[in-house]
């Protein structure tokens, strides 16, 4: 059947008890939407970012009266009526607008990241399968995607791979399926934990060659190669622990950086690398070097 929908744009304070008197007045789902084009990121373990302006939306049956809602709405908060947008919404199956929504991709030259519900388009190439999910990962992102094609061209066979700040377990997968003898993969987030377990037994990777822990779980000696697609305060703060999980010789890939935050972070992390120039996509850098 057909939904109603009611859309509420408001600052970041007014987000919880928008979204509360939406659910009061009969909504049977309510979604937190970017109004403003604006980048957010989770910083800590199960905290729920909000953008400065956001747009609360409720869906409501069909015989709702989205006029007289939005009427309760304004008389209840008094938000104006031009914060408010108001549509009929089509019935669709959602499950299958999602899984259309994701195709595979290439990275480089031989390596794939494909939902698990298509076959590989290349069978004899290096597939990824991998289902979206709660973690942070599916190589859309310019930072996930710079990390594949550099992985992508690595000769990874025999060696030991750190993917600290996993997310979903992509680049640990690709690492593996790529010939990497043994992969840690590492995240403070529990949901990130269960994600990348479950991405691992996907794509049949056994668990000694990938292990996924918390941070401080092992005491791993250092890596040949240590990947880590995070943010730029955290890579600023975790330097020594990086190098140190990298061995003299060793390589490092960052991501998760914007251009404008490239200056510290390159002056920081040359103390312990020979870096090379970095590359950027869509304002997002990916940096990499060699552990001196």
Known sequence: MPWQQLTVCVPKALVASTEDLLETLGAVSVSLLDAEDEAVFQLAPGSTPLWSQTAVVGLFPADSSLQALAASVQTATGIPATAMHLESVADQDWERVCMDDFKPIRFGQRLWVCPSWITPPEPDSITIMLDPGLAFGTGTHPTTALCLEWLDAQDLA????????????????????????????????????????????????????????????????????????????????????????????GKIVLSGVLSAQSEQLLQTYQEYFMLSAPVVRDEWLRIDGQRR
Do not use: M, W
């Not at 269960?194 to 292990?211: E, F, M, V, W, Y």
């Not at 190669?225 to 999980?245: C, D, K, R, W």
């Open 158 to 249: 025999g060696k030991t791979v750190i993917d600290y700040g996993c997310g979903s377990g992509i680049l640990a997968i690709a690492a593996a399926l790529c010939g990497a003898r043994h992969v840690i993969a590492i995240d403070n987030d529990p949901q990130a934990i269960s994600a990348c377990l479950s991405n691992r037994d996907i794509n049949a990777i056994s668990p000694d060659q990938l292990q996924v822990c918390l941070p401080g779980v092992l005491n791993p000696e250092p890596a040949d190669f240590l990947l880590a697609n995070i943010l730029s305060g955290p890579l600023q703060e975790l330097t020594p622990v990086l190098a140190g999980l990298t061995r003299p010789g």
